[in-house]
């Protein structure tokens, strides 16, 4: 029998407010790299469980941590002074009878293979990061839930989830210029343009405000003459990309507007080693950035549960 209930919203459908505010963290953003690590964990874990024991044992890797390195960005090439640090916690089914699960030796592979397209330049990825894993088994009431779950899966948590449709054309917007950004095609032609960037996106009625700061990495940038010249490049595609896709009536566009316009050190824009902010002290937490819709959403209804690792 199905509970469902309908019931008429006593607010303005989201097209019709004055005023709408829509967010989406890169693929490089710290708190996108702990969920995108915890996640990997996780389907790398359940595919081992699959093919071992023909179904999902009990798990959840879903506490991730970013500790922010130190990096010294220069024209033409810095260095990482302190590795940035990834942690992973949680509960995990490491044993059957007497075969013992190599829990964290998947979860580790799962992790450098995901780091390994968000950072290009790290093939190398413990030249660059530190991993550390930390797991139980897991309670014993909720591992004997999952014994009983033989045709239809049980609960073993009080959760709930919120969702909605259709997505705004502020909210298709937001997705799309930040898909395009973190495109490989686009950073195949900008090779000079980091992961990390954010896409944040305010509406006053039919008018658009894009703020998008994104890292540069200065291994391809020669001096802060060039990084500008850069920076415009990538600002012109932005205009060009929006343009084809979007109807608003105004659409302005800020990119990276902390730089300082006259700078001559390093230090004075946004430049990067690896095309992270992780790598200069901005740290990252599992469920701080986008929800399961891809996007971070004050207007619309919300929930506080991060899905990552579950």
Do not use: W
Request: charge should be positive.
């Amino acid at each position: 029998m199905r509970n469902i209930v309908v019931e008429k919203g006593d607010f303005l459908p989201i097209e019709e407010r004055e005023i709408e505010i829509v967010e989406r963290k890169g693929i490089g953003h710290p708190d996108t790299i702990c969920d995108l690590v915890c996640e990997s964990v996780s389907c790398a874990l359940s595919q081992y469980y699959v093919r071992k024991f023909g179904k999902v044992l009990h798990h959840n890797l879903d506490k991730g941590l970013l500790v922010a390195g130190r990096s010294q960005p220069k024209f033409g090439g810095g260095k990482i002074l302190e590795k940035i640090k990834i942690i992973v916690a949680g509960r995990a089914t490491d044993r059957v009878g007497k075969l013992k699960i190599p829990v964290k030796k998947i979860a580790e592979k799962a992790i450098k293979e995901r780091l390994k397209g968000i950072v290009s330049l790290s093939k190398n990825i413990t030249q660059n990061f530190e991993i550390f894993i930390d797991y139980k088994p897991g309670a014993a009431n909720l591992q004997e839930v999952f014994k009983r779950s033989k045709e239809i899966a049980l609960a073993n948590d009080t959760s709930f989830g919120i969702g909605y449709g259709p997505y705004s054309r502020a909210e298709i917007l937001t997705l799309k210029v930040a898909n395009f950004l973190n495109s490989p095609k686009f950073l195949k032609k900008y090779p000079f343009f980091g992961t990390d960037i954010k896409v944040m996106t305010l509406r006053e009625k039919d008018e658009i405000i894009l703020t998008i700061p994104g890292a540069y990495i200065d291994k391809y940038i020669k001096n802060p003459k060039d990084y500008f010249e850069k920076r415009e490049i990538v600002k012109k595609e932005i205009e060009k990309y929006v343009s084809k896709i979007s109807n608003f009536k105004k659409i302005k566009i800020e990119h990276n507007t902390l730089d300082n316009p006259n700078a001559k050190e390093e230090g004075e824009i946004y430049l990067t080693v690896l095309g992270l902010s992780a790598e200069q002290g901005d740290d990252g937490q599992v469920g701080r950035g986008n929800r399961v819709s891809g996007l971070i959403t004050p207007c619309r209804e919300m929930s506080l549960e991060a899905p990552a690792g579950k």
